[in-house]
C-alpha cells in the first residue's frame, strides 16, 4: 500500500517551455503532498507543501510564479515549472502523506521522480 | 528550523560487512523516516522511527527521541545496498508535517 506515482520520469525540453510534473496517489487518501528539488549529490530541499483544495504554501526563496502548483483533488497534486530555462534543470520529487488528525503525523510516501533538463 | 546531521558521509564496505549510520538532529521530532536512494534516484521508504527500534530484514533502526538520534544498522551488506541513505525529521508545531533531510551517507559496496 501508499504507493505515490509521479509523471513524466524524465523532461527535455527547450528553454521557455512550460512543464507540467504530476503526483498522484494511488491507494490512499493524501491530505498533504509535498515537492521537492535535488540537484546532483545534493539531498532533497522541500519547496512547497499542498494541502487539498487550498493555496500551496511554499519555501523561503522558492519563486511562487515559477514553480506553480495545484492540488484539486485528494489524489493528484501537479507542478507546472514555467518559462523554464536551464538553471531550473533538476531532479523534482514529490510526496503524499494522509492526516489522521490529532497531531499525529503519518510517513511520507515518495514518488519516483521526474529528471527535468532545460536545453 | 531544525537542523540533522549524518554520518559519516561516505563509507566503503566489502560485500558481508556490517555498518551503522548515525543521524542526529537539534530539537524534539515526532517524526522521523529512513531512506536509500538508489542510483536511478528513487527513493526507497525504509523506516518510519519518531521512536524506539525496528527490524526488517538485514535492516534495524533505533531512535532514542530523548537523546536526539537514531541509528541504522545494515547487517551483511550486499552490493544492491549501495546508494545513498538519507534521515528525516519532522518537528511538532506548526502544520503539514514537513520533513527536512540530512545530507546524506554515501554507501558503496565492493564485491
Known amino acids: 500500500g501508499a504507493v505515490v506515482s509521479q509523471h513524466p520520469s524524465w523532461v527535455i525540453c527547450k528553454s521557455g517551455t512550460s512543464v507540467k510534473i504530476e503526483c498522484r496517489s494511488l491507494d490512499f487518501q493524501a491530505t498533504t503532498m509535498f515537492w521537492y528539488r535535488q540537484f546532483p549529490k545534493q539531498s532533497l530541499m522541500l519547496m512547497a507543501t499542498?494541502?487539498?483544495?487550498?493555496?500551496?504554501?511554499?519555501e523561503q526563496g522558492v519563486e511562487k510564479d515559477k514553480f506553480l502548483i495545484n492540488h484539486a483533488s485528494l489524489t493528484l497534486s501537479t507542478l507546472t515549472v514555467t518559462s523554464a530555462h536551464p538553471e531550473d534543470s533538476s531532479f523534482y520529487i514529490c510526496?503524499?502523506?494522509?492526516?489522521?488528525?490529532?497531531?499525529?503525523?503519518?510517513?511520507?510516501?515518495f514518488g519516483d521522480g521526474t529528471r527535468l533538463s532545460i536545453l | 528550523g531544525i537542523q540533522v546531521e549524518q554520518s559519516p558521509p561516505d563509507l566503503i564496505l566489502q560485500e558481508g560487512a556490517n555498518s551503522t549510520l548515525r543521524c542526529n538532529f537539534s530539537d524534539s521530532v515526532n517524526n522521523l523516516q529512513w531512506f536509500h536512494q538508489n542510483p536511478w534516484g528513487q527513493l526507497i521508504n525504509l523506516f518510519y522511527?519518531?521512536?524506539g527500534t525496528k527490524q526488517n530484514g538485514r535492516l534495524s533502526a533505533t531512535t532514542v527521541a530523548t537523546e536526539r538520534y537514531s541509528l541504522l544498522y545494515i547487517s551483511s551488506s550486499q552490493t544492491t545496498d549501495s546508494g545513498v541513505y538519507f534521515c528525516?525529521?519532522?518537528?511538532?508545531?506548526?502544520?503539514?508535517?514537513?520533513?527536512?533531510f540530512g545530507k546524506g551517507t554515501l554507501l558503496t559496496v565492493n564485491p
Open positions: 510526496s503524499a502523506t494522509r492526516d489522521l488528525g490529532q497531531g499525529n503525523p503519518q510517513p511520507q510516501h
Open positions: 522511527i519518531p521512536s
Open positions: 499542498s494541502n487539498e483544495g487550498s493555496k500551496a504554501t511554499y
Open positions: 528525516a525529521v519532522g518537528a511538532p508545531g506548526g502544520s503539514n508535517y514537513k520533513l527536512t
